[in-house]
């Protein structure tokens, strides 16, 4: 592949390679000495027009340790703020000669279009509702770990599916590695053509999680609710959110998981999320690192296959 767009063009042998080799950057992660060369004489830009913690700073990182250049532009700071279009701004950089352009944009396919305009290989970090192919990988990477397999394990994607890039690049990713999903959640937060996703549908927490192996939270994402239904946080979190009673529905060796910013008391009670011998969420952040790494360096060989060609 050229680019990382999403879960949606990866087929279950191009998702099984990119896992195995991070598997190879997980453990090299945990070594005093962290560098390779995969991304040496590269040039990695990071352009996030969304806030970020965890994706940028793994990204950064990622990029670091394989030896790119990496420049995170100050999207707050750059010529949009002067009404420059995002293509325009993609354009200018890709004038510079990027190899790696990794992107976070509000908008559902942003990140597509832009991938149209440029010479390099783009990543999506984010576009919108769309999907979020990074996050997807880490949780599945995570999972292989916890469980030591990644199929025909029942798997639980709780709260506001309707508004979650997560949601949908899992259930893609989740989907394509035949597994059973579960969506629970609010109905006003369950996206419109549900059926089509293939999964079974609660609006109750403690039918749905019955016997899962996996419980992944999702955030109340109330910056994508322009104007549409918005939960009280303290209903929410009495009939939604995950608490040691709710979670002994799943299997007693259940992990939980998040893909972060959480919300304590929202979605997750804090306890939970911070009890190591149910919640993998640090291991997740863990993963993020070796995911994204892993991407680029098989985005670089492409890359570099091409330009000898
Ligand atoms: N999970 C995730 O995408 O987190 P950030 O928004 O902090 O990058």
């Known amino acids: ?36 060369d995969a991304l040496k004489g590269l040039t ?21 340790r394989l030896g790119a250049d990496v420049m995170n532009m100050a999207m707050q700071a750059s010529s949009i703020k002067k009404g420059e279009t995002l293509i325009d701004t993609a ?12 992107v976070r944009h509000p908008q559902s396919g942003a990140v597509d279009l832009l991938a149209q ?15 979020h192919p990074t996050q997807a990988l880490l949780d599945a990477l995570t999972i292989r770990r916890a469980k030591g397999r990644l ?7 709780c709260g506001d599916i309707a508004h979650s890039r997560v949601a949908r690049s899992n ?40 016997d899962v192996d996996v419980v992944m939270m999702l955030r109340l994402q109330k910056e994508r609710m322009d104007g549409g239904f918005i939960p009280s946080e303290r209903e929410y979190y009495h009939r939604f959110g995950l608490d040691a009673e709710k979670l002994s529905h799943a299997k007693p060796d259940a992990i939980v998981m998040h ?5 304590r008391g929202v979605e997750i009670d804090g306890t939970l999320a911070d009890d190591i011998n149910r919640s993998v969420i640090q291991d997740q952040v863990e993963m993020g690192v070796a995911v994204r790494m892993a991407a680029m360096d098989l ?3 492409n890359l570099r296959e091409t330009r000898a060609a």
């Open 259 to 263: 893909p972060g910013p959480m919300n």
């Open 151 to 157: 199929h025909r394990l029942s798997i639980a994607i």
């Open 44 to 64: 990695q830009i990071n352009m996030f027009f969304e806030n970020s913690t965890r994706t940028q700073a793994s990204f950064e990182i990622a990029g670091k």
């Open 299 to 301: 985005l670089a060989r």
């Open 117 to 131: 305009k440029v010479n390099c290989a783009v990543l999506n970090a984010g576009d919108g509702r769309h999907e």
């Open 1 to 36: 592949h050229r680019h990382l767009l999403g879960i949606e063009q990866l087929s279950p042998a191009d998702i099984t390679a990119i896992l195995e080799l991070a598997d190879t950057y997980a453990d090299l992660n945990r070594q005093p000495h962290k560098h390779g």
């Open 91 to 102: 354009m200018t950089l890709n004038a510079m000669h990027p190899d790696l352009l990794v």
């Open 171 to 210: 259930i893609m990713l989740l989907g394509k590695m035949e597994n059973r999903i579960r969506l629970i959640g609010p109905p006003t937060l369950m996206p419109a053509g549900i059926a089509e996703f293939g999964c079974e549908v609660f609006d109750n927490m403690e039918e749905g999680l019955k």
